[in-house]
């Protein structure tokens, strides 16, 4: 009860401190360099699936249309993942924002 009592009258500190995303001029410039980064890694993923799907053709003949469908899907849904992944965190370590997350073990002995 003395904790409700606490968070009612502000009393308890906030996990984090403010991020520099917060702030809505680095946010939008932040979110334009990722969307930037995307576009290159799409037309990257474009290029690499039509590659592929050249290089099997080459060395397959045509096999089924459900095998280049299926590898197309997937070599391009795993380039655009990892791309998205390392993207946001590019975009969370460039902006500051990892930094501003406060570590509550951090005052605490390493040791145990």
């Keep these: 009860m003395g904790l409700a009592r606490a968070v ?5 500190e906030p996990m984090q ?9 680095v946010a939008a410039h932040a979110w334009a360099r990722f969307r930037r980064l995307m ?3 799409m037309l990257i993923t474009v290029t690499m699936v039509i590659g592929a799907m050249v290089a099997l053709y080459r060395e ?9 469908i299926a590898t197309a899907l997937g070599i391009g849904f795993a380039m655009l993942l990892m ?5 946001l965190v590019f975009l969370s370590n460039g902006t500051g924002h ?12 390493q040791d145990g």
Aim: glycine share 6%.
């Design 17 to 25: 401190s403010k991020s520099p995303l917060d702030d809505p001029e």
């Design 83 to 87: 791309s998205a992944l390392m993207g």
């Design 98 to 109: 990892d930094a501003a997350v406060i570590d509550p073990l951090s005052d605490q002995d």
């Design 8 to 12: 009612r009258r502000g009393h308890v």
């Design 39 to 41: 576009t290159w890694m």
């Design 60 to 68: 397959n003949g045509f096999v089924s249309i459900h095998f280049y």
